[in-house]
């Protein structure tokens, strides 16, 4: 049996049976949440906590695996464990509080609030680094581009700030997409402070958790700071066994709270009763942001406003160390679930699982989009073959056959949902591949938002075309030089700090990493390579300059 650290209140459980449509006890219900736990957590390897919340009450409160190899110390419920950015809505209800009491205007332009602040062409406001449509670059994924990797190397406040001060552009109009960016909680937290003349986190721990008992709740002002009753969080591999990851930094705002189920399942009874703030605040920071085009985000003030299975959810997951946290809360039936793993994914469970018990009978779509499943011929299916490339030039996959079945990266079998759309077993969007009149191949990915892709021919150059490119390149926004060669009949970058980087060729002049950027090679009017630029998920178009050896 895992092990069990913390039972939950039966009584409380009793109470609302009528809310599970009365199919469960609480032998039951425990025993259909073990059975979610994933199989490689076990009495000797580091696990997660889980909480469900119901009517402001811990209904259940339970503990799988270890929280400190070490010792051999149980995971508890009572523990606190680094939530990652789960820490955001926290930050976000108090610039809620802030604009309510006056003090602050979500529609202030940044630099209203900070000196030495760059002005770009178009206004960056308070919402929108709340809101993560800001057009600021990314602190993380830049400090890894330069050779800082993050997870080895420190990372402070002002250098996450100077990533926006070197910034040459914004890298869209603000408002008018959603790109998810922890840099922006950076600057609130430091915005926050020059209002009220307190640190980010001193104003949270006063006016948040205090008034709600949240009494376990910490907050890491620097690396290295004694949390009291902490977690330890795991990563593991064959080769080496298991590790215990530690913080490169402590930059409150986008991360660097530890909590607990006690404490959280007082967080979540706060979007109820709205005991601290009020309504008026509940609201504000409750009202998901509308993109410049219409388009609903789905995304508040630090925490995503959007459905499940036609129920209203308000929901934010985190990722710090080797801890994943999921928060998720569902108003509409004031049921709270918690969950924390700190083993390095490896623990995660899904809280739709979860709610589906409590709450099957109250929702109005199926489960995971089950969509009937098509037969579809090899000779359809072949078609739909190829390379497929993001517009924005920052991702990129294959459709392949194995055997009889188009498969995602020769890893997912795609499964036929209509002739020329497809799901992926347990994911919940849809993918719709479509021939369009100019002779071109879109795909486009629906899973609450929208992505496009188009089909694209893979190049594959000669050796005496890929000498073409070599050279090195200089970013002066990242001071970093980048060495272009050929080696083994290859391109790659070579770095000091990165080491060796393959450039794998997509179609002409771009190139994919192992790292998951794209290189796209630019070209002067008369047709000479005279830079590159380097795009993610998270980060667009960051152009080095070719020196020309």
Same mark, same amino acid.
């Given at each position: ?333 004031? +049921? ?6 700190? %083993? &390095?994914?490896? #623990? @995660?469970?899904?809280?739709? $699982? !979860?709610?589906? =018990? ?55 079998? +795609? ?6 759309? %497809? &799901?992926?077993? #347990? @994911?919940?969007?849809?993918? $719709? !591949?479509?021939? =369009? ?113």
């Amino acid at each position: 049996m895992k092990i069990l650290v913390s039972l939950f209140l039966i009584s409380a459980l009793l109470a609302c049976s009528s809310n599970m449509d009365g199919r469960l006890n609480s032998d039951e219900l425990e025993a259909k949440i073990d059975s979610l736990v994933p199989t490689q957590v076990n009495d000797t390897t580091p696990g997660l906590i889980v909480g469900i919340v119901k009517g402001g009450e811990i209904i259940f409160s339970k503990g799988y695996g270890l929280a400190n190899l070490s010792y051999g110390i149980a995971n508890d419920p009572s523990m606190v464990f680094n939530t990652g950015s789960v820490t955001k809505q926290f930050l976000g209800y108090a610039f809620a509080m802030l604009h309510v009491e006056g003090k602050l205007s979500l529609d202030d332009p940044v630099s209203k609030h900070l000196e030495n602040w760059p002005v770009f062409d178009h206004t960056v406001t308070l919402r929108h680094l709340l809101t993560h449509t800001s057009g600021y670059r990314e602190a993380y994924t830049m400090s890894n581009l330069s050779g800082r990797i993050i997870g080895v190397d420190r990372l402070s406040r002002e250098e996450c700030l100077n990533v926006v001060r070197k910034q040459p552009q914004l890298e869209f109009v603000p408002g008018s997409r959603w790109t998810y960016n922890s840099t922006a909680w950076v600057i609130l937290a430091e915005v926050l402070e020059k209002v009220t003349g307190q640190t980010a986190d001193e104003w949270v721990a006063i006016n948040i958790f205090e008034p709600l008992g949240m009494k376990d709740t910490q907050i890491e002002s620097y690396v290295g700071e004694v949390i009291f009753n902490s977690a330890e969080s795991y990563v593991f591999n064959k080769e080496e066994g298991y590790a215990n990851q530690e913080s490169n930094r402590a930059i409150f705002g986008a991360a660097e709270i530890y909590s607990n189920v006690p404490d959280l399942a007082k967080w979540t009874s706060n979007f109820r009763t709205a005991q601290v703030g009020g309504s008026e605040v509940h609201d504000l920071f409750l009202t998901p942001f509308i993109l410049n085009d219409g388009t609903d985000s789905e995304y508040a003030l630090g925490i995503g406003v959007g459905t499940y299975r036609g129920l209203k959810r308000y929901r934010h997951t985190g990722g710090h160390e080797a801890f994943s946290t999921q928060l998720s809360y569902y108003p509409d039936h004031d +049921l709270g679930i918690i969950t924390i793993s700190n %083993f &390095g994914g490896k #623990g @995660w469970i899904s809280t739709e $699982k !979860i709610a589906d =018990l409590f709450l099957e009978n109250h929702m109005t779509t199926e489960k995971a989009r089950e969509y009937a499943e098509i037969n579809l011929d090899k000779e359809t299916l072949e078609q739909f073959q190829g390379l497929y490339l993001s517009l924005d030039l920052n991702d990129s996959f294959t459709l392949k056959m194995v055997e009889d079945s188009l498969t995602y990266e020769e890893e997912e079998n +795609l499964i036929p949902r209509s002739p020329n759309s %497809f &799901g992926i077993e #347990g @994911w919940n969007g849809l993918m $719709k !591949i479509e021939n =369009l009149e100019d002779g071109t191949t879109r795909l486009t990915i629906e899973n609450g938002t929208i992505e496009t892709y188009k089909r694209v021919e893979r190049w594959s150059p000669e050796v005496a075309e890929l000498k073409k490119f070599e050279d090195d390149y200089w970013s002066e926004e990242l001071e970093t030089l980048y060495h272009v060669v050929v080696k083994d009949d290859q391109l790659q970058i070579n770095h000091r700090w990165l080491g060796d980087i393959m450039l794998k060729p997509i179609s002409p002049d771009l190139f994919e990493t192992d790292w998951g950027y794209t290189i796209k090679f630019l070209r002067s009017s008369s047709n000479e390579i005279d830079g590159l630029s380097v795009n993610s998920g998270r980060t667009l178009n960051v152009l080095f300059e070719r020196i020309n050896n």
